[in-house]
């Protein structure tokens, strides 16, 4: 068998990386353009599925689809053996009203610049299909296209769980279930962001996990104005119940990020009838396991008396939803220098711990991985309605130039670099335990107290 070479002139392969991308990555921007207008909910991507797998094959790739409804992946195979790198991007879009692009339908929009994921995925596989690169190279890049990142429509979701669709509400909990992530050594993907720097990335830090509950109350109705006194109101529940959600938010310590959001997606059938049938939605956030399953039993003994205040049934459907993202510091170090050589240092920003969640977290605790940020988009925040890509330069041509690079640097010299990380990667966890864990978070009770 044929072994890697030695010696390999990193800076130029680098540099035949990136000047692949900035003569032709033009189709890179125009799959982000093109996703922009046509939003999709998750497990819903089938337009934006269909576009990425065009511009998958007009790479001459084959591309594998229908993984978790509207996946797929595509494989770049290096010139020797060697470890397995996946660079991930996700295709759903969330409910934004006001947003510019919004679906008018649907309100779903790219507030959280999804489409610009997928551009800058296409743009790392178009460098690294340079002449000359990845025959250098040993190993092979999965280009791994996720559903659903964003959790959101919980109801209609634990519809299709309960059909045998899908197990998990998000996209990349279900390539972990499906086994799609079984040969991947290494992750890694890009997300765009509107911190600073605007004219560059952000890296390090971490994100909260999450578990998701679906909530309903359940009452009597009966006439608003001429008969309260024979109805229970579900709403009256509902509304007492989150007062107890607020009581409990001086229990939580800081360093435990705690997080907890509800919203009432249903609260009552007309105004004039006494609301019988009230429904929840919402995330229970934490930096650790520990204080996620913490904070969502004060929740549920939150709901319960709400219940039990005015005679009402609540029925609570907890979810596995999120894991904590941990990136490894490795995998920081090699990619910072990339974004630096590409930036600059003084546009390369440290992040620390966010409040927000993504299921990249999952992966990271079962491999070593990255979640990098990169600037190119303003607004009040990501999710906002006026959160809108402003430098697609940046957010697509240079986040997949340094991901490539980054490539480049773990898989070239027999891979040196991908097995050192491996090597020193202590992931919390492995595959059937991951499992194991999140399902263990599931949980369908009934209370009439």
């Known amino acids: 068998m044929a072994t890697a070479r030695t010696a390999t002139d990193l800076p130029g392969l680098k540099g ?5 991308v900035s003569s032709h ?10 996703v922009l207008g046509h939003p999709e909910m998750g497990f819903k991507e089938i337009k934006t599925s269909a576009a990425t797998a065009d511009a998958l094959r007009a790479l001459g790739l084959e591309v594998r689809e229908g993984i978790a409804v509207t996946g797929m992946t595509a494989i770049l195979r290096g010139g020797f053996p060697g470890p397995n790198i996946a660079i991930l991007a996700e295709l759903d879009a969330l409910p934004t009203p006001g947003h510019p692009n919004a679906d008018p339908d649907t309100a779903a929009a790219h507030a959280c610049a999804h489409h610009c994921q997928l551009g800058n995925m296409l743009a790392a596989a178009i460098g690294l299909l340079a002449p000359g690169v990845l025959e250098s190279l040993a190993g092979s890049v999965t280009l791994m296209v996720v559903p659903a990142e964003e959790y959101v429509e919980i109801e209609w979701r634990n519809e299709q769980r309960k059909a045998g669709r899908i197990e998990f509400l998000g996209g990349k909990p279900e390539f972990v279930r499906l086994g799609e992530l079984d040969d991947v050594d290494i992750c890694m993907m890009t997300h765009v962001t509107t911190e600073p720097p ?7 830090g971490s994100n909260t996990g999450l578990v998701a509950k679906f ?19 579900a709403l009256n529940a509902a509304h007492i119940a989150i007062a107890g959600i607020h009581a409990q938010r001086e229990t939580y310590r800081d360093d435990d990020t705690v997080r907890i959001h509800p919203i009432i997606t249903r609260g009552g059938s007309v105004v004039n009838a006494v609301p019988d049938d009230v ?4 995330f229970v956030r934490g930096a650790t396991v520990h204080a996620i399953k913490s904070a969502s039993e004060k929740v549920d003994r939150a709901l319960r ?23 490894d510091q490795n995998l920081i170090a090699i990619h910072r220098a990339n974004a630096e050589a590409l930036v600059g240092s003084d546009r390369v920003h440290q992040y620390g711990r966010r409040g927000g969640s993504t299921d990249m977290g999952d992966l990271t605790q079962i491999m070593p991985g990255i979640h990098p940020y990169v600037g190119g988009a303003s607004g009040r925040s990501n999710h906002a309605e006026d959160m809108v890509v402003d430098d697609y330069n940046l957010a697509v041509l ?3 130039k340094a991901m490539a690079m980054t490539v480049v640097d773990l898989l070239s010299d027999g891979a040196l670099e991908a097995k050192r990380v491996i090597g020193e990667h202590r992931p919390a966890m492995a595959r059937d335990e991951y499992l194991a864990l999140q399902r263990a978070f599931l949980s369908e009770r009934s209370y009439t107290d």
């Open 16 to 20: 035949a990386v990136c000047a692949q």
């Open 25 to 34: 990555g033009e189709p890179a921007i125009a799959l982000a353009r093109a």
């Open 215 to 233: 909530v309903r109350f359940k009452g009597v109705t009966a006439h608003a104005g001429g008969a309260p006194h024979l109805g229970v109101n």
């Open 198 to 204: 605007h004219d560059g990335f952000g890296v390090g």
């Open 305 to 327: 008396a709400g219940a039990l205040a005015v005679g009402a049934t609540v029925e609570i459907t907890t979810l596995p939803g999120y894991l904590p993202l941990a990136s």
């Open 398 to 400: 240079d986040a997949g």
């Open 279 to 282: 429904r929840m939605e919402m």
